[in-house]
């Protein structure tokens, strides 16, 4: 099982939506949790971060994190062409390593 | 500029050569990841170092990868008698503190083996 698990996509959504991404991860003792968007030939960037169960927001963004579950998941609300990108969820381990799950293709089509 | 500094940004090298990628934290920020990144794929963990302590290096391979952050001066990564398979995006990402700061990422280091 991988550390952080993410669908890989492509996931299509039109411009205007609500875009949802998921994560799981398998280290219970996890305590940090991240998201990242990176372009295509570029470094990642920091969108948000999340430490206690429910939903955090920042704009259109929303991070949603289970513990118990293990599941954390990012919403994009009015979706917008610029947005396509790859979304990587990371997850800081009990041992405070930082793990990066493969990343969700996202596209928003006009 | 203020940012997570990696040098160089490419950097082309033959089979059986030696690669040094440097990183320069954020000002303030003691801690450094380092994580290889493989076209279409996610971010692959290496190395956690602090200031003169490698406190995580479960992800780097054992022969050839090696990592330091002395105490003054940057951070370095260092392959030896590299191979094709060792072409990939480097990225180091700093942080002030332990693994619940976010991390900040430098533009990279793309490594080419021919």
């Known amino acids: 099982q991988k550390e952080v698990e993410q669908n890989s996509g492509p996931l299509s959504v039109p411009e205007g939506a609500i875009a949802s991404l998921n994560c799981t991860y398998s280290?219970?003792?996890?305590?940090?949790f991240f998201w990242y968007r990176q372009y295509s030939g570029k470094s990642p960037e920091l969108i948000m971060f999340?430490?206690?169960?429910g939903d955090k927001e920042d704009g259109r963004f929303t991070a949603q994190l289970n513990k118990a579950s293990q599941y954390v998941s990012l919403l994009i609300r009015d979706s917008q062409p610029s947005d396509s990108a790859t979304y990587l969820c990371a997850v800081s381990s009990s041992a405070s390593k930082i793990i990066f799950g493969s990343g969700t293709r996202l596209s928003i089509r006009p | 500029n203020a940012g997570v500094m990696q040098n160089p940004r490419h950097l082309v090298r033959r089979r059986g050569q030696e690669a040094r990628l440097r990183c320069s934290p954020m000002?303030?920020?003691?801690?450094v990841y380092w994580y290889r990144q493989l076209p279409e794929e996610g971010l692959k963990f290496m190395v956690y170092?602090?200031?003169?302590?490698?406190?995580?290096e479960s992800g780097m391979p054992k022969e050839r990868f090696s990592a330091e952050f002395p105490k003054e001066g940057p951070s370095i990564l260092r392959i030896q008698q590299v191979v094709r398979g060792d072409s990939a995006a480097y990225f180091c990402?700093?942080?002030?503190?332990?693994?619940?700061?976010?991390?900040?990422f430098g533009n990279g280091t793309r490594l080419t083996v021919t």
């Open positions: 280290d219970r003792g996890s305590q940090s």
């Open positions: 170092l602090q200031k003169e302590n490698i406190i995580d």
């Open positions: 990402a700093s942080s002030p503190g332990t693994g619940d700061s976010p991390l900040h």
């Open positions: 999340i430490y206690s169960n």
């Open positions: 000002k303030g920020h003691s801690h």
